[in-house]
């Protein structure tokens, strides 16, 4: 059974369209991520949400919605999509409250036209 | 190891010889640091983490290193194998909530048989 896992895997858009991502852990981990990979493999935190709380909100525009109906899932809905926001975007878990160690999933390849 | 430029560090290392991936962190306020390994097409994996009242940490096959003085962190990777072919990152953990990574620009790692 996949840990964390992300859909959909690759999406394809255009400009100004609105999407979603979701994604789903079955590791029993409260605290959930979204980050964000760009065309040079930098790595950037957008969001963290644990027990369905938002308690981390990096400077993302409010085009980038986060929702998590429950601890185990974390989804992340887009609207206006614009070319910048094509990216590798990356689900993540974390369960031990004494590390910092994350549970990534296998990334969402958003390219927007 | 990490840089200011726009193309990803590399390091190619012949299989069986020892591997070194250093880093610079910009928080002198850190105080947890993870080195975190990426194969092609997935998502971040923890390799080992260290946090800033030791100065090294060993894993199995790895070693990290943390100078605080100078804001530098190491991964030393031995008899490196070509399943250890990725790019690593460190990460600095920002703040009092664990999981608030900061990543490095990451390292290409290319082993030759």
């Known amino acids: 059974d996949t840990a964390v896992s992300q859909t959909p895997k690759y999406l394809v858009t255009q400009m100004g369209n609105d999407k979603s991502i979701k994604c789903e852990q079955n590791?029993?981990?409260?605290?959930m991520y979204w980050y964000k990979q760009d065309s040079k493999k930098f790595l950037k935190i957008m969001f963290s949400?644990?027990?369905?709380?938002?308690?981390i909100n990096e400077t993302v525009p409010n085009r980038f919605s986060p929702k998590s109906p429950d601890k185990a899932h974390l989804n992340l809905h887009i609207n206006s999509l614009e070319l910048g926001d094509s990216a590798v975007y990356f689900c993540?878990?974390?369960?031990?409250?004494?590390?910092?160690?994350?549970?990534f999933g296998e990334g969402s390849r958003l390219t927007v036209l | 190891g990490e840089s200011v430029g726009l193309h990803l560090p590399t390091l190619s290392v012949q299989e069986g010889d020892n591997s070194i991936i250093n880093c610079a962190y910009s928080?002198?306020?850190?105080?947890?640091f993870i080195w975190y390994k990426q194969e092609s097409g997935k998502g971040p994996q923890f390799i080992i983490d260290?946090?800033?009242?030791?100065d090294k940490r060993q894993g199995q096959r790895v070693t990290v290193l943390l100078n605080k003085t100078v804001k530098h962190l190491s991964l030393q990777i031995a008899a490196t194998q070509p399943g250890d072919s990725a790019v690593y990152f460190c990460?600095?953990?920002?703040?009092?909530?664990?999981?608030?990574?900061?990543f490095g620009r990451g390292t290409q790692l290319t082993v030759w048989p």
């Open positions: 993540a878990s974390r369960g031990l409250a004494w590390t910092g160690e994350l549970f």
């Open positions: 590791l029993g981990h409260d605290t």
């Open positions: 949400y644990n027990n369905k709380e938002l308690i």
């Open positions: 928080n002198s306020a850190s105080d947890y």
């Open positions: 260290i946090r800033s009242n030791m």
């Open positions: 990460a600095e953990n920002v703040g009092s909530t664990l999981g608030r990574l900061y």
